[in-house]
């Protein structure tokens, strides 16, 4: 076999058995568990989250719907490690948008991992993989009424 032949069967074996090792599981984990964290109430804001139809004061203003996508370095980590830390980022994000547009809270979260909805009051999804976990939620950023 000559050189060239020999290098394209090498990178087909290595293409093979690297999509072979590849995953993406789908996990889903307790919201107020990671909220009641020492490392939530160290990263987060002050702007109240509501998740799914979670019962939230009156709304006197809507500004409208927001996503935050966020990934994280999986690498060496457990998926639920890796996963906390990337919701409190996604969290954090949509935390902050919502101050900047003066509203108060951000109600009606979801997961929306790779497009796919998943509303739950109690947990969120996240997708984990050998390198990489990503978030991704939408929620509704709103004044409340005084």
């Known amino acids: 076999m000559n050189r060239c032949k020999r290098l394209a069967v090498a990178a087909m074996v290595m293409g093979i058995s690297f999509s072979a090792t590849a995953r993406d599981t789908v996990h889903q984990y307790p919201v107020q ?57 996604a969290l954090k994000s949509l935390q902050e948008r919502a101050k900047k547009e003066g509203m108060d809270a951000v109600v009606g979260i979801e997961s929306y991992y790779k497009k796919r909805e998943f509303v739950s009051e109690t947990e969120y999804e996240c997708g984990a993989g050998a390198l990489m976990a990503g978030v991704t939620l939408k929620g509704t950023l709103v004044k409340f009424s005084e």
């Open 33 to 89: 568990e990671l909220l009641s964290s020492t490392k939530a109430k160290e990263a987060l804001h002050d702007v109240p989250l509501f998740f799914g139809s979670q019962k939230h004061p009156e709304v006197l203003k809507t500004y409208g719907e927001v996503m935050s996508n966020r990934k994280t370095n999986a690498f060496l980590k457990s998926d639920r490690e890796a996963c906390e830390w990337v919701m409190l980022g």
